[in-house]
């Protein structure tokens, strides 16, 4: 078995509202130094093996479900097998 | 005209988008989201709501239901097709129309009488109205603000398909004041704010959204 994780983002030049509201809330609890939060989505996806087929496949999925490429950039790899246990 | 109103789970306007089709003079036929069937309708109307909750984004979901197959078909031969409010959200995630909805700028549900000017009534949906009509209905949205590049933003002005904009006050940070949009040929039209709940003098801003629901009839017997 293998994780393969899909990494999404908003694309750098569109609003992220979220990532604002958790940005002005750190200083607020204390914590200071961080210059710009952006929040994104992660996807574990469990498979038999992570060969490049099923890579293929997962680029795939990614572009047309995980992801809407009108706004959002997204990052496919493979999570190595000790931190998939 | 028979227009189909499709709902899916979580869709929350569907009876009072079949009521104003019906008051605006055509038959409001019921389509499900999991039938691959539009049940002969001349036009389609994808309303309001949640579908599937907004899991993963709005409208994601939903754009992969089965009688989206047909939609999404119909459409490109040129059936009419108008998504309000999270129908808008499907009909981007469909790529029927350019761009996406997002998050609104200021981070809150936003739900105001909303004062729009209708910049193109040359699509299947605004024929009733004149040319920079001004009309107020009612807008109610989390995730409304209207996003794409600038070439695209060009591109929609520049060829007349900013259908709507926002008039007085910008509610959720849409780029240029983008209320709605269509696509090139003007038979798929997305619109954020809610013309079926100004239909009539009891509740809402007033009747002036019926024009989204007469226009049809209007071009057919034009």
Redesign the interface.
Known sequence: MARVVVDVMLKPEILDPQGKAVHGALPRLGFSGVTDVRQGKRFELEVETADEATLAEIEKMAETLLANTVIEDFVVRVEDEASAK | MKIGVVTFPGTLDDVDASRAVTIGGNEAVALWHGDHDLKGVDAVVLPGGFSFGDY??CG?ISR?SPVMTEVIEAAHKGMPVLGICNGFQIL??AHLL???L??????KFVCRDQKLRIENNATAWTSAYAKDQEITVVLKNGEG?Y???VETLDMLEGEGRVVARYLDVNPN?SLRDIAGITNERGNVVGLMPHPEHAVEELCGPGTEGLGFFTSLAASVFA
């Open positions: 993963l984004r994601a992969f981007t995630e350019p761009g996406a997002i998050r609104n700028d200021h981070r603000s996003v794409a590049d940070g």
